[in-house]
């Protein structure tokens, strides 16, 4: 078992404070939700557990089974396990999907030790088969022109063939319709098991009927402040999240950067 | 007031030279006259970039005899690896100013197409050369570089392809540069008669590590009503070279041509790319990559000039500067007064490596008529740490995610190259510059 603890975190952006605390602990075989209106703050939690450029930690730690990834590089902390599924990934110019794919595959593993040609390309048929995606999107550039929901399923193939520790999911289920949305949905539920942790970062509780998770967390003014099981979900979904608010005394739930 | 320049080679010079090639009278007059010019015109002025104290005229010889191949395992490593040794039906390669090696199809002889050297050309198709040579594309008295070229040639390919006759595998030309005294007067012809079709393409390797000479280079391609050209290029010389390389197209009725050029020249280099889009419905496609290391400098001219109506121009160059290299890239779609419905479209991407690299995009649209359409789109900037983000964070190093942004945004030439050794060659050219 692996373990995923967030301790305290504290996040800058242009000098804006967005993370005021964040604590959370997730461990492999477990599936947790992060929900939470617009600007709360979610968004940025997974961009900093990732190390995006933009954003500065200024307190906290982000321990993978003890390890301090925020002393990490990007490339360290994928490589230790950690992937995120990005809101808005790159478009790459002039590097194929496949090559890129083998590439950070052949990132994990040892000089002369790099996956086959052959054994790569039976592994990304099977599973662009799995997300049904047409073959000749392994020969298009990275994202460039892909559509809103390609770009999605591509995320998702992308960490079938990586198979990370743990994933993080910002808002995978934006914006798509519901048979891309449940293709998506069918790549997640195939990754869970026992070396598969999974952190969801959504606005709507649709995609929580496809992909039932075992912790439901609510951040809001850039700090987790209810955290629950499914019921938790179902609860916000029929009423809103103005019970919460009332509940902790919170005017305006956003991070006025964010906002 | 008009300054004579000292020219290197005296006009009873070039016409011995004539002579000893057994050029035809006429021919000799041509370089004479043309020498006069040389002597009087002006250099060309290429936008940006001052080439004034710029040395066009000396060189150490005019032309070098070297050895040819008497056979394809003579060839240096570095040019064996471009070319398919078993497959590759038609080859010219020159070493220096000689023809080194041909070979043609008999299926293209006796369809009537000629591939063969310029000299060769001038004396045994002299009619059909002197009706093109720098009389339609490129003209002899436009600049002191034009005509300086027109009186020194002394190498070079003509390539004529007659109506209807489609050349299906590529015409394959190699100039290679093993000489550091050498300097290359290079004249290629391409001539494609009505609904002709052929693709072409060069690749200059130097094996010195310095050239000391003149590297002043034209291409001339004419493409007749409804011909098709595919023209690729891949020009890696050595620093040294004073390097002036001039590729213009003329293009008829429903003609097209597609260039495809890496310029990855390490000596300084005043490139021009001009596409003439005479005809109604014509269309170019041109795409250039360059990467400049050291403390080059260079000009590259990419244009489509559209006088046809309903022609439809695309332009794309990226060009990546490293250390102290600058480079200026003028991207010029011009479309005259009566070209109606024409089409300009262009994109100049520059990617700068290092903070004493400078790169300027110079997008240019100039428009004479009304009922058109035409966009630019250019940038100058660095590699996105957006996009080496996205890649780093699949596990992939930075070092190499640069790599993958780099050889991708060069990515355009390289896919168009019809030729797998040059494809290859010019990836690794590549991997080399920018390491």
């Not at chain 1, 321990?63 to 990005?86: H, I, P, T, Y």
């Not at chain 1, 595959?105 to 996956?115: M, S, T, V, Y």
């Not at chain 1, 809103?148 to 960490?159: A, C, H, V």
């Not at chain 1, 992909?211 to 209810?226: A, E, L, N, R, S």
Request: aromatic share 6%.
């Amino acid at each position: 078992m692996a373990t995923l603890e967030i301790k305290n975190l504290h996040v800058e952006i242009d000098g804006k404070e967005i993370l005021k605390g964040v604590n959370l602990t997730i461990n492999t075989n477990e599936v947790h939700a992060i929900m939470g209106p617009n600007g709360t703050g979610k968004s940025t939690l997974a961009s900093a557990i990732m190390g995006h450029p933009k954003y500065e930690v200024t307190q906290g730690e982000v321990l993978l089974d003890g390890e301090n990834v925020l002393e990490m590089e990007v490339d360290e902390r994928a490589k230790a396990g950690l992937f995120l599924a990005m809101q808005y990934p790159s478009e790459i110019n002039g590097v194929t999907n496949a090559d890129f794919l083998r590439s950070a595959i052949n990132a994990r593993r040892e000089e002369g030790d790099e996956i086959s040609l052959m054994k790569f390309i039976r592994e990304l048929d099977k599973t662009m088969d799995f997300l049904e995606m047409p073959e000749e999107m392994g020969q298009r550039y990275l994202n460039e022109g892909f559509s809103g929901g390609e770009k999605k399923r591509n995320e998702i193939l992308q960490l079938m063939m990586i198979k990370p520790a743990f994933a993080i999911l910002d808002e995978i289920d934006s914006g798509l319709d519901i048979d891309a949305l449940k293709v998506v949905s069918k790549g997640i539920n195939e990754m869970r098991g026992e070396g598969f942790g999974c952190l969801m970062i959504t606005h709507y509780q649709r995609l929580l009927n496809y992909i039932t998770p075992d912790h439901v967390h609510v951040m809001m003014q850039g700090k987790v402040v209810k955290s629950g099981g499914e019921e938790l979900a179902q609860r916000l979904e029929a009423e809103g999240y103005d019970w919460i608010k009332k509940e902790l005394g919170i005017e305006d739930e956003t991070v006025e950067a964010e906002a | 007031m008009t300054v004579e320049t000292k020219l290197a080679l005296s006009a009873q010079e070039v016409r011995s030279f004539s002579q000893s090639n057994n050029e035809p009278k006429s021919f000799a007059d041509f370089r004479e006259a043309a020498l006069a010019k040389a002597a009087e015109l002006a250099l060309p002025t290429p936008d940006k970039t001052n080439i004034t104290k710029w040395n066009f005229i000396d060189f150490p010889i005019h032309t070098v005899e070297s050895e040819g191949f008497a056979s394809l395992d003579e060839l240096p490593e570095e040019v064996r690896a471009l070319i398919d040794i078993e497959g590759q039906e038609n080859l010219y390669i020159q070493r220096n100013n000689t023809p080194a090696f041909i070979k043609v199809s008999k299926e293209l002889v006796n369809k009537g197409v000629i591939f063969t050297d310029i000299e060769t050309a001038i004396r045994e198709h002299s009619e059909l050369v002197e009706k093109y040579f720098m009389t339609t594309a490129v003209k002899v008295d436009e600049h002191k570089l034009a005509a300086y070229h027109a009186a020194l040639v002394n190498g070079g390919v003509f390539v004529y392809v007659p109506r209807n006759v489609i050349v299906e595998e590529p015409l394959q030309v190699v100039f290679v540069n093993d000489n550091a005294d050498a300097s290359l007067f290079n004249h290629v012809l391409v001539v494609a008669e009505e609904s002709a079709a052929v693709t072409y393409v060069e690749t200059y390797v130097s094996t010195v590590e310095e050239g000391k000479g003149q590297a002043n280079i034209i291409a001339e391609v004419i493409a007749k009503d409804n011909a098709q050209i595919t023209f690729g290029a891949v020009d890696v010389l050595a620093k040294g070279f004073t390097t002036y390389v001039n590729r213009r197209a003329h293009i008829a009725r429903d003609a097209k041509i597609d260039w495809a050029l890496g310029l990855m020249n390490d000596s300084d280099t005043i490139s021009e790319n001009i596409t003439h889009l005479v005809g109604d419905g014509s269309a170019a496609d041109t795409k250039t990559v360059v990467v400049g290391r050291g403390t080059q400098k260079q000009n590259f001219t990419t244009e489509v000039r559209h006088w046809g109506k309903n022609s439809d121009g695309q332009i794309l160059i990226h060009g990546v500067m490293k250390e102290a290299a600058q480079s200026i890239f003028n991207g010029i779609g011009k479309i005259e007064h009566g070209a109606t419905k024409a089409n300009a479209e262009q994109e100049s991407r520059v990617l700068m490596l290092s903070e004493k690299a400078r790169g300027d995009a110079n997008p240019i649209l100039l428009i004479d008529e009304d009922d058109v359409t035409a966009g630019h789109a250019a940038s100058v900037g660095r590699v996105d740490p957006i996009q080496l983000y996205y890649l780093m964070s699949r596990g992939i190093s930075k070092a190499e995610a640069e790599r993958l942004v780099i050889h991708g945004f060069l990515a355009p030439v390289v896919t168009n190259l019809p030729i797998e050794g040059v494809k290859k060659q010019l990836t690794e050219v590549i991997e080399r510059k920018v390491r």
